[in-house]
């Protein structure tokens, strides 16, 4: 029998501004024209990771769940270059037997 999963972590759409810098070599001041980027990102909020920045993540092992121990791509965000949060909604998943899974991280 298949079991419905879902992440206890937060799906969500962050809206961010992302750092930059000028380009390589010399930079007349004069024509230099800077300007914003902004950037989305859609992960799982990783709570408390990181003081002072919002964490997400863009993988999981289902068969985790709730104590989530393996996670893929962190990407960690200052809280103060960030536009806004949207929390999404999560569907759940159907996760096989625990005998039909073998999930387990690559021995590093």
Known sequence: MMKP???????VSLHWLDA???????TE???????RRTVVT???????CLE??????TSYFPDE???LKTVGMPTHIPNGMVISQTVLKQASILL???ELTSQKPPAL
């Open 42 to 48: 859609v992960g799982w909020l990783w709570p408390n």
């Open 29 to 35: 001041t004069k024509d230099y024209k800077p300007y």
């Open 96 to 98: 096989p037997p625990e």
């Open 52 to 57: 002072g920045h919002v964490t997400l993540v």
């Open 65 to 67: 769940v709730p104590n």
């Open 5 to 11: 999963i879902k992440c206890n972590w937060d799906l």
């Open 20 to 26: 930059f810098d000028g380009e390589n070599g010399w």
